[in-house]
């Protein structure tokens, strides 16, 4: 992560300017030779904080390599990617969360516990990480069902445990995706709703990658993918 400001510089205007992840010329191919997939192709990219976008593309056309990418889960096979007003942390946990179409909850931990779990693998004392963990769980809603085992829960309500896990740590980017693929449309038109608001209410950066034609109208932002190009400000938009 490059920063041309020390931690002892005063937050200022400028600073909050200073995008969380920029790319430019991005590319990732998998594979060699005549099997090599190219899955993303030149892409370049700026995220601010506060930043709300959908990331609209059909299945196979590259969003969750760029979104893997955007959280440093992967690495680019050309172009250039940085975090410039991420301090020299490691991104996760951190200041970059990432959620799953998938919740994966730990089946014999309660919702809490879950919550908790990368907030301990992380370091922090448990007291501390159970009082993070339920705050996260109360901004949405789900402190009752604390102590509910994964089993226990609905689809909607365990994708909303594993948002809570990921705003846990208060992140600054939250990077979505296909959260609801699993969902009935009300569920996860809740789900949306939710994250929406956990992002404005921290002010942090979202990216929701999405083939749901009704949830990308809620964004002002979409930036399309297809064939592996992106297109922040082109067709979609
Ligand atoms: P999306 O998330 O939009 O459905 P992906 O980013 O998953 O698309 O995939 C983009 C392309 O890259 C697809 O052709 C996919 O088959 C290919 N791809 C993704 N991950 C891998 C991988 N680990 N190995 C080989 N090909 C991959
Ligand atoms: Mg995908």
């Keep these: 992560m490059k920063t041309h400001l020390d931690s002892s510089t005063p937050v200022s205007r400028e600073f909050t ?3 969380l992840v920029r790319c430019a010329g991005l590319a990732r191919t998998f594979g060699r030779g005549s099997s090599a997939v190219v899955a993303l192709h030149h892409a370049t990219c700026e995220i601010e904080a506060g930043q709300l976008v959908a990331l609209v593309g059909p299945s196979g056309s590259g969003k969750s390599t760029l979104l893997h990418l955007l959280a440093g889960l992967d690495s680019p096979t050309a172009g250039t990617l940085e975090w410039p007003a991420l301090a020299d942390a490691p991104l996760r946990p951190g200041p970059v969360a990432v959620v799953f179409q ?10 809490l516990e879950n919550v908790a779990l990368p907030l301990l693998l992380a370091g922090a004392e448990r007291a501390p990480a159970n009082e993070a963990a339920l705050a996260a769980l109360r901004a949405l809603g789900l402190d009752t069902i604390a102590t509910k085992l994964p089993d226990e829960l609905s689809g909607g309500q365990a994708q909303r445990v594993a948002i809570a896990r990921a705003l846990a740590g208060s992140p600054r980017l939250i990077l979505a995706d296909e959260p609801t693929g699993q969902l009935d449309h009300d569920t996860a038109a809740a789900v949306v709703d939710a994250l929406i608001a956990a992002a404005e209410r921290s002010g942090a950066a979202l990216v929701i990658a999405t083939h749901d034609h009704d949830i990308a109208t809620r964004f002002t ?7 592996g190009r992106l297109y922040t400000n082109g067709p979609g938009r």
Excluded: E, F, K
Aim: aromatic share 4%; hydrophobic share 50%.
């Design 17 to 19: 300017n200073v995008p």
């Design 102 to 111: 998938a919740p994966s909850l730990l089946a014999p931990l309660d919702v």
């Design 221 to 227: 932002t979409r930036w399309r993918v297809a064939d």
